[in-house]
């Protein structure tokens, strides 16, 4: 069993940066492809950003790509996700979550493990 922490979340002008983390405990994480999710008031979740076990590989939504980056510190197990050039758009509640699936996926239903999400709120 994984847990997940995130934190980092807060309000922010447009065009202003946050920096989300996430902290796994329990066991590592070094295994896992990670992910980024959100989810609006009203809709539904979805893919913002993954990143493959060693880090190699990542994968972005196309609305924010350019703006966003994912990274991993194995060693801290621990995963981050930078936003820059954030706009109002861009709010909703950010989810990390760890997937077994050897490739980085998009699909929510491939992810085990969940965090229970931390606000962001961009206003314009």
């Known amino acids: 069993q994984v847990q997940l922490v995130e934190f980092g979340g807060g309000l922010v002008q447009a065009g202003g940066s946050l920096r989300l983390s996430c902290a796994a405990s329990?066991?590592?994480?070094?295994?896992?492809?990670m992910g980024w999710f959100r989810q609006a008031p009203g809709k539904e979740r979805e893919f913002v950003a993954a990143?493959?076990?060693?880090?190699?590989?990542?994968n972005y939504a196309n609305s924010v790509k350019g703006r966003f980056t994912i990274s991993r510190d194995n060693a801290k197990n621990t995963v981050y996700l930078q936003m820059n050039s954030l706009k109002p758009e861009d709010t909703a509640v950010y989810y990390c979550?760890?997937?077994?699936?050897?490739?980085?996926?998009?699909?929510?239903?491939?992810?085990?493990?969940w965090g229970q999400g931390t606000q962001v709120t961009v206003s314009s």
């Open positions: 979550a760890a997937s077994n699936r050897i490739l980085v996926t998009t699909t929510p239903d491939e992810y085990v493990y």
């Open positions: 329990r066991r590592t994480i070094s295994t896992y492809a």
């Open positions: 990143i493959s076990w060693s880090g190699g590989n990542t």
